[in-house]
């Protein structure tokens, strides 16, 4: 019988590239597996020189093959590529249903191209809880360009704007008034807007539509003085996929010389140790005792306490004494 190597062992090997010890990593950090967060806490020195690029947008608006046309595109320009494809988790295993990397099978032989499937195992916003730690991981071993595909969202699921260096929201034609229904939502978190399936009879409507908006101050940054363009595409046809990569490496050097990378950087950091305490949290609720849970809960149904009183008892009970690496007392 094979023993699986410590999560500290591949360490060394993911800082080389190795695919194998990336996956088995990815899944183990999935698995919510305790054992891996040291191996994660060295990963992490060794980040910070990716570009993540977050692709968004509503179900059905090409952004799968949007990713792999691009991934296809940035290799020809010698950069390697990682894909976080988020998708819905099956209702049966909870695992990825693969409807994603289904439609990028051509990049499979590629090897300086890794491809992984994530469920969202019912997080929201678009992302995985484990997404941003298997970024870590492709960003150490040494992966350019991260591609992280949410999942299909809607106004208020946007926590790819708090997680990628940039934004691309992809928008279609044909999904009914899709334009207005995101402008209070994904438009404006939107760095690059990108109209895909160019080549359909009423994509110039749609195109017209959002640099209406755009010409309407809808999301022009006063304060780095970014515009974000809109890129026809059309992915069947390999149109406008290059002019694509050129704005997203426009916005990378827009990024370095404002100085709104640094911004960028510190506001994901805030916002993965604000994530990270609130699954530590919900983690310790978990393992408390139910009946402590059950009484708190009969007294606000029968009036007793209000919900944050409740909710503050609750919080009494954890005991702060523990570790939220295995429950151990601290000296």
Known sequence: MVTAKPSLELVAEVLNGHPRSISRLISRV?????????ALAQIYEHTGRAHLIGITGVPGS????????????ARKTDRTIGIIAIDP??????GA???????MNELTGDPGIFIRSMATRGALGGLARASMDAVDLLDAAGFD???????????????IVQAAHTTVVVSAPGLGDDVQAMKAGLLEISDIHVVSKCDRADANKTIIDLKAMLSLGLRMNSTTGWQPPVVRTSAEAKEGIDELLAAIDRHREHLQHS????????????????????????????????DIVVDLVERVITRALDPYTAALNLLATLDEGKSDDGGKKRP
């Open 62 to 73: 090409g952004k799968s093959t949007l990713v792999r046309e691009l991934a296809l595109a």
């Open 145 to 159: 360009m991260i591609l992280l595909e949410t999942v299909g969202v809607g106004q208020d699921e946007v926590d």
């Open 30 to 38: 999935e698995a919510r597996d305790p054992e891996c967060r040291p």
């Open 259 to 290: 100085g709104e990378l640094a911004q960028r950087r510190r506001r994901t950091a805030e916002m993965r140790m604000l994530k990270t305490a609130e699954d530590i949290l919900r983690a310790r609720f978990i393992s408390r005792d139910d």
């Open 97 to 103: 249903i693969l409807g994603d990397r289904i439609r």
């Open 89 to 94: 988790s099956s209702p049966f295993s909870g």
